[in-house]
């Protein structure tokens, strides 16, 4: 995870260590955000880490959600929060809602349908820079594994990133 405390920076610098041993520092050019769904795989692909409605079931061939039932998505890549993250903390899971939330805006799509987006902010209980999205199956969506994308869009610039292109979720 890349540290807040980057964001306004127009580039950053990251060294590896191993075994006392320094890399040559890589620059990298930092953005508002570059969204990213985990997957069940760890691979980027496949399966997302996805919850069904019961908060508890993960969703997969096995366990499909409901058409019009609303999913937990778990992702990374929010850019900054309101208010703002900080860098290893861990969401709280008690509080009032909302929890930080990205000062991006979020939209869905599930089978390359809108989906209805009811929640985005931090995961309770996870390290700050874990971002939950809860996310409506669309009523119409076929059944089977469908894919899922997450777009995150600046407000002031309109500028958009959206999460890779193929993970699914399972759909009854």
Do not use: C, H
């Amino acid at each position: 995870m890349v540290p807040y405390e980057i964001a306004d920076q127009p580039f950053t610098y990251a060294v590896v260590e191993y075994q006392g041993v320094q890399s040559t520092p890589l620059l990298y050019n930092v953005v508002a955000a570059i969204p990213g769904i985990y997957t069940q795989n760890f691979q980027g692909f496949g399966p997302g880490a996805i919850l069904n409605q019961d908060g508890f079931t993960g969703n997969g061939p096995g366990a499909p959600a409901a058409k019009g039932s609303v999913v937990a998505v778990y992702m990374t890549g929010e850019g900054q929060t309101s208010p703002a993250g900080a860098t290893g903390a861990i969401a709280p899971v008690n509080v009032p809602v909302p929890w930080k939330q990205p000062q991006l805006g979020a939209t869905a799509t599930v089978g390359n349908l809108p989906a209805l987006v009811q929640y985005y902010g931090s995961a309770p209980g996870l390290v700050s820079g874990v971002m939950q999205v809860n996310v409506q199956i669309p009523a119409n969506v076929p059944s089977g594994p469908e894919p899922i994308v997450i777009t995150l869009t600046d407000p002031a610039t309109g500028l958009s990133s959206s999460t890779q292109a193929r993970v699914t979720v399972s759909v009854q």
